[in-house]
């Protein structure tokens, strides 16, 4: 330290074996367009990465969320297309309609030693440990296995919860159910890459008036609902805390609950570890971006001695569907951004 000031913060973990990545591509692809009114392109990859480099999940007890580490052989296979179509047109009208798809699967080859060694830490750990505040919190942690996905979801998975105790009843990775949650019973619940995602949207021209509207949308892939684990069933039940701890959580015999009984016991608590229960179908549609323009004529604005000028609206975050309920505070509220421009060439 120097005057009460930190001379030097250590901005991430190291990692001296650290080598460059590798990539071999191979990609065939084709583009048609017809009578000027229809464009659509495909095209079909296949890309070996060796020595892939990834951030790797870290506990929060390291001190880093994370780390750069090589992964060692992976495979992506997928494909893109493109389509605009010239859907009306007349000498004062033009509407175009575009679209795209992409999907993209990825299988690891092989694992470094590093990341072995990784992935016991993982099979041994429940992803808990103390914040700077002393507070328990958690963590879904990644593993990285032979023959499945860099962004596959490992958890215990569940039978739900017992009518009758309020307990979560788990299956062993044998397939037996079981009371006791165990770390080496995690198997592959989900994938957070979706089995095709794009965009799609209008371009519409009308004299001098410009309107575009673009929509982004996802399917197939899945989410692990971290905040309903925080805000539900880890919460402080001493504290302010989710609706939900009231009314959805299991509290006599014969209960059909979705989460497990409350703490009973002001100085313990039975935890929730990462469970399939909380794994979540995360499909969505999003109107991400809408424009409207319009150019003034020119014998309007001559006088003036303009050249040109134009008016703009822009809009974003307009409109959010999802499968997955976004849960949103004060600190991250939903917000309907808007800006109005005005553009004048003399």
């Given amino acids: ?18 080598k460059w990545q590798n990539t071999k591509m191979y990609e065939c692809g084709a583009t048609v367009g017809l009578f000027n009114r229809l464009d659509f392109s495909m095209s079909f990859y296949n890309r070996l ?8 999940t870290t506990p929060p007890s390291i001190g880093f969320d994370s780390y750069i580490s090589n ?51 993982v099979d041994s750990s429940d992803g808990y440990s103390d914040n700077e505040y002393k507070q328990l919190t958690h963590k879904l ?10 962004t596959a979801i490992y958890a215990v998975r569940s039978l739900g919860i017992d009518p009758m105790t309020g307990k979560e009843l788990f299956l062993t990775k044998e397939g037996n159910p079981t009371w006791t949650w165990n770390a080496d019973d995690k198997v592959v619940v989900g994938d957070t890459e979706p089995k095709v995602r794009g965009t799609f949207g209008t371009n519409i021209s009308w004299k001098g008036l410009y309107f575009n ?16 684990v925080d805000m539900v069933e880890n919460s402080n039940k001493y ?26 016991s002001r100085y313990s608590q039975e935890y929730t570890y990462a469970s399939s229960r909380f794994v979540q179908d995360y499909n969505y549609l999003q109107l991400s971006s809408l424009s409207l323009q319009y ?14 000028l134009r008016w703009s609206f822009n809009m974003s975050d307009i409109m959010y569907l999802s499968t997955v309920k976004r849960e949103r505070g004060t600190s991250y509220p939903y917000a309907h951004s808007f800006s109005i421009g005005l553009r004048a060439n003399f």
């Fill in 295 to 308: 150019e003034m004529p020119k014998k309007l604005i001559r006088p003036l001695c303009m050249e040109s």
């Fill in 141 to 150: 942690l990644t593993k990285y296995e032979e023959g499945e996905s860099t």
């Fill in 239 to 264: 504290q302010n805390v989710d609706k939900r701890v009231l009314t959805d959580t299991w509290q006599k015999v014969g209960d059909i609950a979705r989460y497990k009984a409350n703490v009973t």
């Fill in 213 to 228: 509207a673009t929509f982004s949308y996802s399917y197939g892939g899945q989410a692990y609902n971290n905040t309903l």
């Fill in 49 to 56: 990465t060796t020595d892939m480099v990834l951030p790797i």
């Fill in 1 to 18: 330290r120097y005057d009460g000031n930190v001379g030097v913060l250590l901005e991430a973990m190291g990692n001296k074996d650290l």
């Fill in 71 to 121: 992964l060692g052989r992976m495979r992506n296979t997928g494909y893109e297309l493109t389509l605009r179509v010239l859907a009306y047109k007349t000498p004062s009208l033009n509407v175009y309609l575009f679209g795209s798809a992409t999907h993209n699967r990825n299988r690891i080859l092989s694992i470094s030693s590093a990341l072995e060694a990784y992935n016991k830490k």
